[in-house]
């Protein structure tokens, strides 16, 4: 089951690199294959990071950085109403409203 959605950020990437391999002759994308391949490889992320702890036991479970900023505004500040999330699949720290 392929749960990666690809945005319209993606889209416009992937159209960055299917003119660049339309140049050097090269077969475009399909979105159906991009959206295959990011999902593997989120997947394979979680997987490797979950295989790859040290061992010790944290009174943080989840290895949340307390002194987290935003990814996207560099911003720690957070307010109950703009909290600081965390991606399930990378653990990147975004707000709410950056998230959008």
Request: include cysteine.
């Amino acid at each position: 089951m392929i749960e990666y959605d690809i945005d319209e950020e993606d889209n416009q990437w992937l159209s960055l690199i299917n003119e660049e391999r339309k140049t050097e002759g090269l077969t475009s994308v399909p979105q159906e294959a991009f959206e295959l391949l990011m999902d593997r490889l989120e997947k394979e992320c979680v997987f490797e990071s979950q295989v790859s702890g040290n061992g010790t036991e944290s009174t943080n479970p989840y290895n949340i950085d307390e002194n987290a900023v935003c990814c996207i505004c560099n911003d720690g500040e957070c307010h109950n109403t703009n909290a600081i999330l965390f991606c399930d699949m990378c653990n990147l720290a975004v707000h709410q409203e950056c998230y959008g």
